[in-house]
């Protein structure tokens, strides 16, 4: 360490220099600024719980939610959207709409990412649902998905969970068991292509 400049010699391989520099040409700065910055937001990041590898994929999820064309709607107003819906036949048909929105985002997740399960729990928890938990556990090609809130309505978790089945179907996972409450959802599914193979 050069005391007198209160700087450290880092080592950093060659492959990820070069990566660095064609990045910081791209933002015409210098590779030492660059680094600067990037280290500088990695640990604001931190100190806001967010750690590296999380931050990488919190990035990957708002990328994926900008390819979906998704806009951020305050809760109030999509809880009083939700109230419109008076009729059975509308509700069936946004429950509908909830299920394919899931399928498609499931789908790409599952084409896009090499751990879609992790990305998609992230993605649940970015959405703005104020899940107080969601969890994966997986044994032996059979999956249970937990989501819980203490805030969401009755009709929030009925069109959640729809979003979810949704997913998890475009993820190649067949629902096996679904247990769902007022701010609850418990889901119990298997891997299809696990299926297939035995």
């Avoid at 450290?8 to 600024?33: C, F, H, N, P, W």
């Avoid at 899940?131 to 978790?157: A, D, P, Y």
Wanted: net charge negative; aromatic share 8%.
């Amino acid at each position: 360490m050069d005391s007198s400049k209160g700087k450290r010699l880092i080592y950093v391989s060659e492959d990820i220099l070069q990566k660095m520099e064609t990045a910081a040409k791209k933002e015409g700065m210098s590779v030492g600024r660059f680094l600067q910055e990037a280290l500088t937001g990695i640990i604001k990041a931190n100190d806001l719980g967010c750690t590296p590898s999380k931050l990488k994929e919190m990035l990957q999820i708002l990328q994926t939610q900008r390819n979906f064309g998704e806009v951020i709607v305050p809760r109030s107003i999509f809880v009083q959207f939700m109230d419109l819906v008076v009729d059975d036949q509308e509700r069936e048909k946004l429950l509908e709409q909830w299920y394919e929105c899931g399928r498609w985002h499931g789908t790409y997740i599952n084409r896009t990412f090499d751990d879609p399960l992790t990305v998609f729990k992230l993605f649940l928890e970015s959405m703005g649902w104020d899940l107080n938990e969601v969890e994966v556990k997986e044994e032996k090609g059979s999956i249970m998905l937990i989501c819980i809130s203490g805030t969401i309505s009755s009709k929030e978790t009925e069109m959640l969970s729809k979003f979810i089945e949704g997913a998890l179907n475009g993820m190649d996972h067949s629902i096996e068991k679904k247990d769902i409450m007022t701010g609850m959802i418990i889901l119990e599914c298997t891997n299809e292509r696990l299926i297939v193979s035995v």
